[in-house]
T-cell receptor, first 112, second 114 residues
Framework: QQQVKQSPQSLIVQKGGISIINCAYE??????FPWYQQFPGKGPALLIA?????SEKKEGRFTISFNKSAKQFSLHIMDSQPGDSATYFC???????????FGQGTTLQVKP | DTAVSQTPKYLVTQMGNDKSIKCEQN?????MYWYKQDSKKFLKIMFS???????INETVPNRFSPKSPDKAHLNLHINSLELGDSAVYFC?????????????FGDGTRLSIL
């Protein structure tokens, strides 16, 4: 019940295309859903986050769509660029435990 | 100025040795964390400290002992290193524990056991 399932494991997109990464969870106690971006040799960095009382959040080319009833959320990267090539992690947080549970990660490659 | 800094960046050592990884944050945060990232890039929390007090202790072998001398530092000491300890260890910090605060990660320490 503490798991966050992320798909796909890897994704190849052409420059200018839309990258979509999906996550699903079971624990309804999760109350905060961040996405992290990790480049090789670096630590994960917060990209965008959403709370479950919001269905969509957009920051620049990055959008989170959140479906509370389905317990699913996704990251959309519009106009994908080669510089977006990285590993993306969804995560879920519970205030009662203070834990951040990560998905398995998606390696995104944007081809020029 | 690096917000969360870890040393060393690389650590190569023999099985059975004892080693430490240091972490410092200059963000003024109250809470610090240790994560382990395995060869498949899966990130899992190990420990969390809030203002020098242990608040999260996942199912981690007791060969791993975190120590927080003050709220800006969280070190990780590992005794009797095993092959399975090979991984990248990340330190992170957040402003407050238990509230939806973003976690800021260091760049990791890659531990390789020979």
């Amino acid at each position: 019940q503490q798991q966050v399932k992320q798909s796909p494991q890897s994704l190849i997109v052409q420059k200018g295309g839309i990258s979509i990464i999906n996550c699903a969870y079971e624990n309804t106690a999760f109350d905060y859903f961040p996405w992290y971006q990790q480049f090789p040799g670096k630590g994960p960095a917060l990209l965008i986050a959403i709370r479950p009382d919001v269905s969509e959040k957009k920051e620049g080319r990055f959008t989170i769509s959140f479906n509370k009833s389905a317990k699913q959320f996704s990251l959309h990267i519009m106009d994908s660029q080669p510089g977006d090539s990285a590993t993306y992690f969804c995560a879920a947080h519970t205030s009662n435990t203070g834990k951040l549970i990560f998905g398995q990660g998606t390696t995104l490659q944007v081809k020029p | 100025d690096t917000a969360v800094s870890q040393t060393p960046k690389y650590l190569v050592t023999q099985m059975g040795n004892d080693k430490s990884i240091k972490c410092e944050q200059n963000l003024g945060h109250d809470t610090m964390y240790w994560y382990k990232q395995d060869s498949k890039k899966f990130l899992k929390i190990m420990f969390s400290y809030n203002n020098k007090e242990l608040i999260i202790n996942e199912t981690v072998p007791n060969r791993f002992s975190p120590k927080s001398p003050d709220k800006a530092h969280l070190n990780l000491h590992i005794n009797s290193l095993e092959l399975g300890d090979s991984a990248v260890y990340f330190c992170a910090s957040s402003q407050v524990a238990g509230i939806n605060q973003p976690q800021h990660f260091g760049d990791g320490t890659r531990l390789s056991i020979l």
